[in-house]
């Protein structure tokens, strides 16, 4: 059987690509990279038998890797997963936007800047981003396309968004561009490479060849299509410490994605951005007084 997407799902293959590029280096990239994919393409197209067939593959390789990764946290929990993605797209973000406004572009940025962005797209798979997140989810995409275009125009970027990031700009970028070509971007971000190393993952690109293409679960009944409902227990209204501390739910929740920051960051073995982020949420459990 071909592995080749489906016309219909074309869509997907950005997350598809960097699935495949975290296979061996981020397991929990890899995974809901393709989760996000199947859903997507569940939401396209789940009745064509070339679709069926290619989400059907999708879906045992998903399977497969659940099941491999059965420990990783970042797997079995919502939570744990959101701040590992965010964190990730997150640092690929400032990493790109310090390089452009340092002036140093090549293939390397164009790809930084443009899988950060689709990392966006996957974190809503655990609700609505923030308004910090959707905007730098459109402008990481728009500066993926312009510093693409100018390279290959032979024309130097402008650091920084010119003349202001405007609403056309940002509508732009929202759905990516086709001719950006990404495909073509064989180039790597060594920062992740040998860690997590799991090459005995198997690559999302492979059809099993016991695939039944007409076997494709429903999003509302298969647990690999619907994230896990809820994201933790209802919020607390409000506490109060011993020593005087009034907190509300907004106070726990930045607290504990500050907290998932850290977690994430350790993974890295990133000992500044853990200490960093625990102390903010040290620092918010710890003043925030009525």
């Given at each position: 059987?071909?592995?080749?997407?489906?016309?219909?799902?074309?869509?997907?293959?950005?997350?598809?690509?960097?699935?495949?590029?975290?296979?061996?280096?981020?397991?929990?990239?890899?995974?809901?990279?393709?989760?996000?994919?199947?859903?997507?393409?569940?939401?396209i197209?789940?009745s064509s038998?070339?679709c069926?067939?290619?989400?059907?593959?999708?879906?045992?390789?998903?399977?497969?890797?659940?099941?491999?990764?059965?420990?990783?946290?970042?797997?079995?929990?919502?939570?744990?997963?959101?701040?590992?993605?965010?964190?990730?797209?997150?640092?690929?973000?400032?990493?790109?936007?310090?390089?452009?406004?340092?002036?140093?572009?090549?293939?390397?940025?164009?790809?930084?800047?443009?899988?950060?962005?689709h990392?966006?797209?996957?974190?809503?798979?655990?609700?609505?981003?923030?308004?910090?997140l959707?905007?730098?989810?459109?402008?990481?995409?728009?500066?993926?396309?312009?510093?693409?275009?100018?390279?290959?125009?032979?024309?130097?970027?402008?650091?920084g968004?010119?003349?202001?990031?405007?609403?056309?700009?940002?509508?732009?970028?929202?759905?990516?561009?086709?001719?950006?070509?990404?495909?073509?971007?064989?180039?790597?971000?060594?920062?992740?490479?040998?860690?997590?190393?799991?090459?005995?993952?198997?690559?999302?690109?492979?059809?099993?060849a016991?695939?039944?293409?007409?076997?494709?679960?429903?999003?509302?009944?298969d647990?690999?299509?619907?994230?896990?409902?809820?994201?933790?227990?209802?919020?607390?209204?409000?506490h109060?410490?011993?020593?005087?501390?009034?907190?509300?739910?907004?106070?726990?929740?930045?607290?504990?994605k500050?907290?998932?920051y850290?977690?994430?960051?350790?993974?890295?073995?990133?000992?500044?951005?853990?200490?960093?982020?625990?102390?903010?949420?040290?620092?918010?459990?710890?003043t925030?007084?009525?």
């Open positions: 059987m071909s592995a080749t997407i489906p016309s219909n799902l074309k869509s997907i293959a950005h997350y598809i690509k960097i699935a495949n590029e975290h296979a061996n280096r981020d397991p929990v990239i890899y995974y809901w990279c393709l989760f996000y994919a199947v859903q997507t393409g569940m939401s197209d789940k038998p070339d069926i067939q290619y989400l059907t593959a999708l879906l045992n390789t998903l399977e497969q890797v659940k099941k491999q990764l059965a420990g990783n946290e970042a797997i079995s929990s919502d939570i744990v997963a959101q701040a590992h993605i965010e964190q990730m797209a997150i640092r690929l973000f400032n990493h790109g936007d310090n390089e452009d406004r340092a002036g140093r572009y090549g293939k390397n940025l164009v790809k930084t800047f443009y899988t950060a962005g990392l966006m797209d996957v974190l809503t798979l655990f609700g609505e981003l923030d308004e910090q959707q905007s730098n989810r459109k402008y990481a995409k728009w500066k993926a396309t312009y510093i693409h275009n100018c390279l290959k125009n032979g024309e130097t970027p402008v650091p968004p010119p003349g202001g990031f405007s609403a056309d700009d940002q509508e732009g970028a929202v759905g990516g561009d086709p001719s950006l070509g990404f495909d073509q971007l064989n180039v790597r971000d060594e920062r992740y490479d040998d860690k997590h190393d799991t090459a005995s993952l198997p690559p999302p690109s492979t059809v099993p016991h695939s039944n293409v007409y076997s494709l679960p429903q999003p509302a009944s647990p690999y299509i619907t994230p896990a409902a809820g994201l933790g227990p209802p919020p607390v209204q409000h109060t410490t011993a020593s005087g501390v009034t907190l509300k739910a907004e106070d726990f929740t930045k607290a504990q500050y907290a998932k850290a977690v994430s960051a350790l993974s890295y073995e990133d000992t500044v951005a853990a200490v960093e982020n625990l102390q903010k949420a040290l620092n918010i459990l710890t925030c007084r009525e």
